[in-house]
């Protein structure tokens, strides 16, 4: 549906080489990388806002590199909401109807279909400049979605918010892919990238140095850098029961702190926060299993070591610990993390 | 905000010095004038056309010349170029040249030998000793406060609200006059204001230009010059109070537009 092909632009201080990225209809792509790497300006080669030094853009099979910014049928939304001040909420949302041949009924239908989307509706009379960072974002959402884009660019839109507001701005997000629209989500956060997307592309000194599945990129790192930037790979998808249970993969129980009272969510587990053993230790961990050794990857400063316990977990330790207590592959080990060291994204 | 007590006395003494030479000649001129004179001569003809026609020009001129000033200024907050800083620096020439020598250049320009001049002509039209003229000699001393406040409004726009706009679906014409414009507006009138201000207070440019029809600040210099400090004053007083209701009025009028779209 949409497609970059070999975009290269240098601006500044950075640049973008040769990044080629393609989408699908209904995806929910997230490219992930540090701040200032230059996701913005992907995007707003999109949009049409900068002209690429050269490469091409494709939407629906035909080029866009050089179409009218108003041509394009994709939408930006800012990281800042970009929701004009001088406008009030409806007048926002309206303002790509203005001029379109469509009677004031049916704008008003649209702006109450969008409003309703977004949960705004109780604020379309109100002046903009008194509403909170997650307003500003639903108002910046549903003027983007009353437009009718093909494809959503979002630029880090829940960097802004206290993780209050994450949660129900996360299940919006889920909720317009749903609706069939195709969204690219450019970030920083690999929780924001494990909670909502299915493709995940690392961006890395102006390069895209892994794409694929999200579990792909996360479980199997394509080198350091993204190891370290993504730094997660227990993640999985759980069902949780209201006394603090959760069933990873429908199969292997664990004890979590689910203060929240979270249904179904992802969970996550530093290989840090996890210890590994020969015997089962008694400590304050509430979740001990017995694995087996599938491999060990030597890095840099550390190794990886992924065990089996009916799921496979990654856990970080030490040279000097390998050494120490002669794991191996292959043989059995004890693995012990406390449930207050797994974090929970709904 | 800091506390008051916190202001060295020194500051406090220093800045209500300044305070007094700024009132001081003006409070002596309207103590000066008693108010029958007032009276007499704001029913004066003479004063009463020239008021009217430096109101009437420099307004025009204000607006007239605001039609090619606000898109300048809009290109200048917005694009970058080589010579940027020395077209900066041209638009603000007026305000370093001595006015008489802005007067003598203007003169050049309109006068019947020049290009203009002879284009004017053959339209049965001098600008030499014509409103036209006043108006062109008004203009060149006050565009700079205009230009130069509304590039600062276009600059303080964040460049994402129209790059929003724009993917929004709205022409580049639409984003100006829907976002950038309205945004800038508080600035823009300011310089509105500023310009419309310093053109009724123009004396130097324009009595090269056209001693007559006698704009009030040349009437001034006129009674002056032919009847004394007695005569002079009595028409500045009334001048000074008119310009100073014009400019209360639009600060007013600025303000509350900025207090209803805030």
Same mark, same amino acid.
């Given at each position: ?138 108002? &910046? ?12 660019? #979002? ?28 969204? #690219? ?7 924001? &990238? ?35 930037? =993504? ?69 840099? =400063? ?45 | ?8 006395? !020194? ?26 004179? !007032?009276?007499? =001569? ?10 009217? #026609? ?38 603000? !020439? ?6 008489? &020598? &802005? ?64 993917? !929004? ?94």
């Amino acid at each position: 549906m949409l497609k970059l092909k070999d975009i290269s632009i240098k601006l500044g201080d950075f640049q973008l080489r040769k990044i080629n990225l393609e989408l699908n209809k209904g995806d929910y792509y997230v490219l992930l990388g540090k701040s200032g790497v230059g996701k913005t300006v992907l995007l707003e080669i999109i949009a049409g806002l900068i002209k690429p030094d050269s490469g091409n853009v494709f939407m629906n099979n035909t080029e866009i590199t050089n179409e009218k910014i108003q041509n394009r049928k994709v939408g930006i939304v800012f990281q800042d909401y970009s929701v004009f001040p001088h406008l009030n909420v409806k007048q926002n949302i309206a303002y790509s109807l203005k001029g379109k041949k469509i009677t004031n009924s049916k704008k008003e239908v649209l702006i109450n279909q969008y409003a309703g989307l977004t949960n705004i509706t109780h604020l379309l009379d109100r002046n903009t400049q008194n509403l909170s960072g997650g307003e500003l974002q639903r108002v &910046a959402l549903a003027r983007m979605l009353v437009s009718k884009p093909e494809c959503l660019l #979002l630029d880090e839109p829940l960097a802004s918010l206290d993780i209050q507001l994450k949660g129900g701005l996360r299940n919006l997000l889920r909720q317009i892919n749903q609706s069939g629209v195709t969204i #690219l989500h450019v970030t920083h956060d690999y929780e924001e &990238a494990i909670a909502l997307s299915d493709k995940v592309a690392v961006i890395h000194e102006g390069e895209i140095v892994q794409r694929g599945s999200t579990k792909e990129v996360f479980q199997k790192p394509a080198n350091e850098f993204v190891a370290n930037f =993504t730094g997660i790979k227990n993640f999985f998808l759980a069902d949780f029961s209201p006394i603090n249970n959760a069933k990873i993969n429908g199969t292997l129980e664990i004890n979590v702190s689910n203060k929240d009272q979270i249904k179904n969510g992802k969970i996550i587990i530093r290989g840090e926060e996890i210890i590994l053993s020969n015997e089962k230790m008694e400590s304050s961990a509430t979740n001990n299993f017995k694995g087996k050794i599938k491999q060990i990857i030597p890095y840099l =400063t550390n190794h990886e070591i992924i065990v089996d316990i009916g799921i496979d977990l990654t856990v970080v330790i030490s040279e000097e610990s390998l050494q120490k207590f002669k794991f191996s592959e292959n043989s059995e080990v004890w693995v012990s993390f406390k449930s207050t060291a797994i974090k929970i994204i709904p | 905000m800091i506390n008051n007590r916190n202001t060295p006395i !020194l500051f406090v003494l220093f800045g209500g010095l300044i305070l007094l030479f700024i009132i001081s000649p003006l409070l002596s001129m309207f103590l000066a004038t008693t108010p029958l004179q !007032l009276f007499e =001569t704001s029913k004066d003809p003479e004063v009463v056309n020239s008021i009217w #026609l430096t109101l009437r020009v420099s307004f025009l001129a204000t607006l007239f010349f605001a039609i090619g000033a606000i898109p300048l200024a809009y290109f200048l907050a917005r694009t970058k170029f080589k010579f940027k800083k020395l077209v900066n620096g041209i638009i603000d !020439l007026p305000i370093v040249i001595p006015h008489s &020598a &802005a007067g003598i250049a203007i003169l050049g320009f309109i006068s019947r030998d020049s290009v203009l001049g002879k284009v004017a002509s053959s339209l049965g039209l001098n600008f030499v000793g014509h409103p036209v003229g006043i108006a062109l000699a008004m203009a060149f001393v006050s565009i700079p406060f205009l230009i130069n406040a509304a590039r600062d409004g276009f600059e303080s726009v964040p460049i994402k609200l129209e790059k929003t706009a724009l993917n !929004l679906g709205a022409s580049p014409v639409r984003v100006f006059f829907t976002i950038s414009f309205p945004l800038a507006w508080k600035n823009i009138l300011s310089g509105l204001i500023m310009m419309f201000a310093r053109g009724l207070s123009e004396f130097g440019a324009v009595v090269i230009v056209a001693y007559h029809p006698m704009i009030t600040p040349v009437l001034i210099f006129e009674r002056f010059g032919a009847f004394g400090l007695k005569y002079a004053r009595p028409v500045s007083v009334v001048f000074i109070i008119v310009c100073l209701v014009f400019f209360i009025f639009l600060r007013t009028l600025s303000k509350e537009k900025h207090t209803n779209n805030a």
